[in-house]
């Protein structure tokens, strides 16, 4: 009798997942395709999104975005309609970073890049996908940092700063979405382990940032992904306009 309550409730999560349409805005690289792979994997109807298609997505479907024109959102938007009259989650898995440089080299041509691609194209991609939210009562998960929660290693402050700005955007929306039924939260993990990462910092930095994390070492891309999947899931019904920290102890917030 258990194996089969078993059984009757894994084919009714299965039902359930595949019935779950997600949007992952940036989910052409790095965590945002990851956690794609991962959900894929676990029969979640994935659509990514970015500027150019990635290569072995053979099972997830593609849809072309760029987060820093508001008519390329619009149009993005309008075609997931097309196709889909509601979104049950969306997650936005966008961001880039400047080199750590003192404030007086300051260069405001970046900053402005920065924030288009950080900030700004976030809060676009919520205007837009927001009809399609609410029919779903949907949920959003927005990739913060641990940034956002103190300071950054080795990124400069136009990082730091926009990733508080991400804050306050969850903050405000889940208060203004909750009667839509909207659930809107933020995911602080810290470094993750990205070919990006691998490419681009020394084994031996990484082995210095892992000294100072309790858990001690760097975070996994499916350690993400499994955090994501419960907050944009109808398994989470009480949860908005919090902050989950994933950092292996590096910030302490309990």
């Known amino acids: 009798m258990y194996f ?4 009757k409730k894994k084919r009714k999560m299965l039902k359930m997942n595949l019935q779950s349409k997600i949007f992952i805005v ?8 990851a956690t794609a792979k991962y959900l894929s994997s676990k029969d979640y109807d994935v659509l990514v999104g970015g500027r150019l298609k990635p290569e072995g997505i053979a099972n997830i479907s593609f849809q072309k975005i760029d987060v820093r024109e508001e008519k390329s959102v619009k149009e993005c938007f309008d075609n997931i309609s097309r196709h889909w009259n509601a979104l049950d989650s969306l997650i936005y898995s966008v961001g ?30 919520l205007k837009y996908s927001y009809p399609l939210l609410k029919a779903a009562r949907g949920r959003v998960a927005i990739i913060n940092s641990v940034a956002g929660r103190t300071f950054s290693q080795l990124s400069g402050l136009e990082y730091t700063v926009s990733k508080a700005a991400l804050s306050g955007l969850v903050r405000q929306l889940s208060i203004e979405w909750a ?10 993990p810290s470094m993750t382990r990205t070919p990006m990462l691998d490419k ?17 070492r760097i975070a996994e891309t ?3 992904a ?14 908005t306009g919090c902050g ?6 590096l910030f302490l917030n309990g």
């Open 4 to 7: 089969m309550y078993i059984l």
């Open 26 to 33: 940036g989910g052409t690289s790095g965590i945002g395709l």
């Open 96 to 125: 880039i970073t400047t080199p750590k440089i003192p404030i007086n080299e300051f260069d405001v041509s970046s900053w402005n890049n920065l924030v288009s691609t950080n900030v700004t194209g976030a809060i676009i991609c």
């Open 179 to 188: 009667q839509d039924g909207i659930l809107i939260n933020s995911l602080y």
């Open 200 to 216: 681009n910092v020394k084994p031996e930095v990484l082995d210095k940032i892992c000294e100072t994390i309790p858990l001690g």
């Open 222 to 224: 499916e350690d993400i």
């Open 226 to 239: 499994k955090a994501l999947e419960f907050l944009i899931s109808k398994s989470n019904s009480y949860m």
């Open 244 to 249: 989950l920290d994933l950092n292996g102890g």
